[in-house]
């Protein structure tokens, strides 16, 4: 049986007058890996900011395995800190920073004082390295936060973006060695490559996990189950994605149909107690109290989905959109570099590349927004561009949702010639008509998003560019989303994270490589990562030898010109270059040494001083390095 971290009992949360659960229950349990799934607004982040203990709920029971660690990730993390990555990351009260400050408040206390008593200390303290994997924290989290790209550990936290404050959380979050990991939107402000890493770090990780996501592939590739939060219930689905959608239909088909019986039987209940006389009997009361209850349960709203539609497209010339070697640098850094596309009738290509790479300033030259250095972009007279950026625009206050929609339009033409009206087509979109009546300003930055997406699609341009058009969109009204651009006649370029989306949508990319180079691939994404994984694999198999030679025998170098060294220095220097691979092999080989296991107490306790006194060694020859290659004035 399953040992349980977490239960859950009976739980109810509301806003004000707002229920957004009421009375559910789910437990996690160790190795368990769940995704919880919902509309936006269902109470997915106040069900982990209650599980993490960060706010408090109504009613219910929860209980946690004792002395188990969970750890928090939240939608915006580190806010308001000041101090260096590397400092919030070392000052964190987690599990394993925990363990690795008594180890060196140990070290220090057997150096001032060797008793027995202090040595002993030292001994558990050791024996807590090993069990928890410890001896290399500091290297793996500079190997994270590498792979996440925040590499300079001394920039304070407070002069990162959201994004990147998001990153430094996430590294924190999985070095924590918690039983538990709660996890909002981890993969929000990573690029493919960075979220592709992420799947794999999480799918080896012996640890349980509830993660918020609306990315479909890292749902699949993470998860054994899904939670999905629905009409203030929760239910669970043993398997991915595709099986949850398959259930959940027809858990849906099934209720419809209910709903149908028992609608007739509500009809004649309901004549019944509009019959029976004033004074009701006692015989009648259970009668009166199951009518009651069937009336409560048909108020539940049923969620179906809505069917999807063609809209009338605006005609296309034989000239679209031409881009003629195009370059484009910023702080002398080469952006685009010549980069020449004819696009044709129907093209729907989506662009990618790591995080800075250039793909929205690329979108700003094609808008004209941007004015590329060389090159010329030529644009078709019957091409209408509808862009959707990242910034969403301000809108007054007081101004309705369905007023921002109508000053555009009022209705939208479909492929059959009928129309529908602009709150049918917000009400398709996932804003309901009591939604649309809704003041500006109470709208949250998701939802912003995506009234500032449907006023751009509704205008029916026949030329689309979007620049991460899924963020913030919740799972449903991603399909919808996709459902209506797979319908598309018109031209389509997109920058997306989403793989899924660039997957179903999109049958070419745009592939930012350094340097500014812009290779076009005439397939879709997994087509191309399926390629590259190809390529790269043979490469690194070609490269094998030579790179573990290179390891080996690498020395620190200086491009900058060195200084005049006297004879004595040029020796003490060749002496530091000699020693300092072979510390490095001291050190690699005690790590090995304490891991194993094989150790008894006195032999880590002897193993763990030298340790120290090798990375002090270590320092003390780096330093001394660097002020002999200090650069001449």
Not at 256 to 285: C, D, F
Not at 357 to 381: H, N, R, S, Y
Not at 405 to 414: A, E, F, K, Q
Request: proline share 3%; net charge negative.
């Amino acid at each position: 049986m399953a040992e349980n971290y977490i239960t859950v009992e009976n739980l109810s949360k509301s806003y004000g007058e707002k229920p957004l659960f009421e009375n559910i229950g789910f437990g996690i349990n160790k190795g368990q890996k769940t995704a919880l799934v919902a509309a936006n607004g269902s109470g997915k982040s106040t069900l982990l900011k209650i599980l993490a203990g960060k706010e408090p709920y109504d009613d219910g029971k929860l209980s946690f395995r004792k002395n188990i660690s969970i750890a928090y990730l939240e939608q915006q993390p580190l806010q308001g800190v000041q101090a260096s990555i590397m400092d919030v990351i070392f000052e964190s009260d987690s599990p394993l920073m925990k363990t690795v400050k008594r180890y060196e408040q140990a070290v220090r206390a057997v150096q001032r004082d060797p008793s027995p008593k202090v040595q002993q200390e030292l001994t558990e303290a050791i024996s807590e390295m090993d069990s928890m994997a410890a001896w290399n924290y500091e290297s793996n989290v500079k190997e994270i936060l590498g792979k996440l790209q925040i590499n300079d550990l001394e920039q304070n936290v407070a002069t990162l973006s959201g994004g990147e404050r998001k990153k430094v959380a996430l590294c924190m979050v999985l070095l924590s060695n918690s039983e538990v990991l709660l996890l909002d939107e981890p993969t929000n402000h990573l690029d493919i490559q960075m979220i592709e890493w992420l799947e794999s770090y999480l799918s080896k990780a012996n640890q349980s996990l509830l993660v918020v996501s609306h990315d479909r592939y890292f749902i699949d590739a993470i998860s054994t189950d899904i939670y999905e939060l629905d009409n203030c219930t929760i239910n669970k689905y043993n398997g991915n994605f595709a099986y949850y959608l398959e259930k959940k239909a027809e858990r849906q088909q099934q209720q419809v149909a209910w709903q149908a019986k028992a609608r007739n039987l509500y009809k004649k209940e309901l004549e019944w107690i509009r019959r029976m006389p004033q004074a009701r009997g006692t015989k009648s009361r259970s009668r009166i109290e199951a009518f009651e209850q069937l009336e409560q349960q048909l108020q539940q709203k049923v969620e179906q989905e809505s069917k999807t539609f063609s809209v009338k497209s605006r005609r296309i010339g034989s000239k679209i959109l031409e881009i003629n070697n195009i370059t484009k640098t910023f702080d002398n850094r080469v952006i685009i570099d010549d980069f020449s596309h004819t696009y044709k009738r129907g093209d729907k290509i989506g662009i990618v590349g790591s995080n800075g790479c250039g793909k929205t300033t690329f979108l700003e030259v094609i808008t004209g927004k941007t004015k590329a250095d060389k090159g010329k972009i030529t644009i078709g007279q019957t091409i209408t561009i509808g862009y959707f950026t990242q910034n969403t625009p301000t809108e007054k206050p007081d101004t309705r949702v369905i007023d921002i929609i109508r000053r555009s339009t009022d209705s939208i033409t479909l492929a059959d010639g009928t129309h529908l009206s602009a709150s049918q087509y917000l009400t398709y979109f996932g804003i309901p008509p009591q939604k649309q009546f809704t003041e500006y300003s109470l709208l949250s930055g998701g939802e912003r998003r995506l009234l500032f997406l449907l006023e751009i699609l509704i205008t029916n341009p026949n030329f689309l560019i979007l620049d991460e058009p899924t963020n913030d969109l919740d799972i449903y009204t991603q399909m919808k989303l996709e459902n209506f651009l797979e319908d598309y006649d018109g031209c389509l370029l997109v920058v997306s994270h989403d793989r899924h989306f660039l997957d179903r949508i999109c049958s070419q990319l745009f592939v930012f490589e350094p340097n500014g180079k812009i290779k076009e691939y005439p397939f879709a994404y997994t087509r191309y990562l399926e390629d590259k994984k190809s390529k790269q694999k043979a490469e690194n198999e070609a490269k094998h030898s030579a790179e573990k030679t290179t390891a080996e025998t690498k020395k620190p170098q200086r491009e900058h010109t060195k200084r005049k060294l006297s004879y004595k220095e040029q020796r003490e220097l060749e002496e530091i270059e000699k020693s300092l691979p072979e510390l490095e092999q001291q050190k690699a080989y005690l790590e090995q040494q304490m891991n194993s296991g094989e150790l008894n107490p006195d032999q880590l306790t002897e193993k763990s001083l030298l340790y120290q006194q090798i990375l002090e060694q270590i320092d003390q020859k780096e330093l001394r390095w660097l002020e002999l290659n200090e650069p001449t004035a």
